[in-house]
């Protein structure tokens, strides 16, 4: 989704941290799919103006959004989720020479199968879904529970390259995980317990709000 605008505004985007910078580069020349720079720029405002007191993140792959949340919110503890082992190795070690350390709790495990070690820290302010596409509304529907009154869950790539907008696509990987996402944003747009708005930065980020009962 990258088009003349969002390069116009990331263009603009003041330079981070050199530790942050660093990891940019890693992540693109590794392809680890970290948050598209306008993206994060927009879901770390998001959380300034909504001030959480902790976070759940699912998907650290190697801990630069996790950093940048634990940077852009100092008072905010973040528990972040990662499955990979060699990302989770990464993430360790990065989280580990920052100043973040104690901010950051990173789990290691399948998301789906570690939820009694995810409740133990919660409940959350905010839940970030970033992990695989396909699995979203697992993902939401497990951990939401967790969310505390007035809670926000972000959802990332919920357009996905623009491939939602796609009426044919040749792979059968990609087509089917399109669908997915495509299930998952009409779920959600019409959730009764939450009001969604799915704004096209990044590689679209699904913002809804948990109604309270
Ligand atoms: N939030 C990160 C990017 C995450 S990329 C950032 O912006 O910096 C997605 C990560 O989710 C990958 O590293 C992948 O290994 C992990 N992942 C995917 N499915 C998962 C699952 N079910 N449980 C835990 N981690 C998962
Ligand atoms: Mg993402």
Redesign the pocket.
């Known amino acids: 989704m990258k088009d003349r605008i969002h390069s116009y505004i990331e263009s603009l985007i003041k330079e981070r941290d050199l530790l942050f910078q660093e990891m940019e580069s890693y ?1 693109s020349l590794h392809n ?4 598209e720079l306008s993206g ?1 720029e927009v879901l770390l405002q998001l959380l300034r103006m909504q001030e959480p007191k902790r976070i759940l ?10 950093m ?1 949340m634990a940077q852009a919110l100092p008072e905010t503890e973040i528990v ?5 082992d060699e ?1 989770y190795d990464l993430a360790i070690q990065n989280i580990t020479k920052s100043e973040y350390a104690s901010q950051i709790n990173i789990l290691k ?4 199968d570690i939820y009694q070690e995810v409740k133990d820290f919660g409940p959350y302010d905010a839940i ?1 879904i ?3 596409k396909g ?1 979203y509304m697992k ?1 939401f529907e497990l951990y939401t529970p967790l969310l505390s009154t007035n809670g926000y869950v972000y959802t ?1 790539n919920v357009l996905f390259k623009g491939l939602v907008t796609e009426e044919t696509i040749e792979s059968k990987r990609i087509r089917n995980l399109v669908g997915k996402i495509k299930k998952y944003n009409e779920w959600l747009m019409n959730h009764d317990h939450y009001l969604t708005t799915i704004v096209p930065v990044g590689d679209g980020l699904a913002i809804s709000k948990k109604m309270s009962e």
């Open positions: 992540a680890v799919p970290i948050m994060i993140e699912i998907g650290t792959a190697i801990g630069y959004s996790a940048r972040t989720i990662e499955r990979d990302r495990g399948d998301a789906l970030f970033d992990a695989a699995q993902f990332d």
